[in-house]
């Protein structure tokens, strides 16, 4: 449906369209239809809901930066103490952005191109504009990202950086998947089993256990077989009580530096962030 908004002549300011309840002023659409595009935006690409809706992609940005842009200028930042961060692709290729998540309220707060340290510095700016104190952040979790990690100590003074699980698992995974494809040259046996070592014991198939079980019986002393135990052992961490955790990391860590299989040393010193021993 389409309404034809009244216009009226002013002497002082001259023609101008008469402000109706329910649409914003030169919007073009209702509140109403403007609601139900803020509705799908999280859950649907833009060019996907203005086929939906027959409207060109190029209205309805404009809508939903007028409305991110508004919430944006009356959010409050003032009780922020614990961010998350992360990079993600913004299309194909390297282009790249940087999210920032409050992590008690489970809710993006920022984001910004690129991946480098000033990415924090820009967060630290915007975190300003909106009432909150970058003294006050505690905690902030990241990947071992050496750029993140020297941004956050410059610009958030006061927080312990945490690395995720995520990340640390996909680094030794990448880790024991970079054994595997170095040793796969001299031992064929392991030719398509790159699965095998990525996942867990109980979440193999009987096919991969049987595979697995195979290998071991063999005792063929595989270096892939040892980074592959030294990543389910590092898995054990978690377990710990919190009084002994720190203990475990020092052993795991001393036994990876010296397990003479480079990846695995190379994938400790990236997990204790400086190179050197815990």
Known sequence: MHARVPRIKCNNCGVRVVKVPWARNDSGFTLLFEAYIMLLAPSMPVKKIGELVTEHDTRLWRLIQHHVDKAREEADYSNVKKVGVDETSSKRGQNYVSIFVDLEKSKTIFATEGKDSTTVERFKA?????????????????????????????????????????????????????????????????????????????????????????????????????????????????????????????????????????????????????????
């Not at 955790?245 to 400086?274: C, D, Q, V």
Request: charged share 30%; net charge positive.
């Open 126 to 278: 915007d975190l300003c504009e909106h009432g909150g104190d970058p003294d006050a952040i505690k905690d902030v979790s990241c990947d071992m990202s050496p750029a993140f990690i020297k941004g956050v100590v410059e610009n958030l003074p006061n927080a312990e950086i945490t690395f995720d699980k995520f990340h640390i698992l996909k680094t030794l995974n990448d880790a024991v998947d970079k054994v595997r494809c170095q040793e796969q040259k001299g031992q064929p046996e392991l030719k398509k089993t790159r699965y095998i070592f990525l996942k867990n014991p109980k979440n193999l198939t009987s096919k991969q256990a049987d595979r697995l079980e195979d290998l071991k019986l063999k005792n063929l002393n595989l270096k892939t077989m040892r980074a592959y135990h030294l990543r389910l052992n590092f898995q054990e961490l978690w377990l710990q009580p919190s009084d002994q955790a720190e203990h475990f990391l020092k052993k795991w860590y001393y036994w990876a530096t010296h397990s003479r299989i480079e990846p695995m040393k190379e994938a400790a010193y990236t997990i204790n962030g400086t190179g050197t021993a815990f």
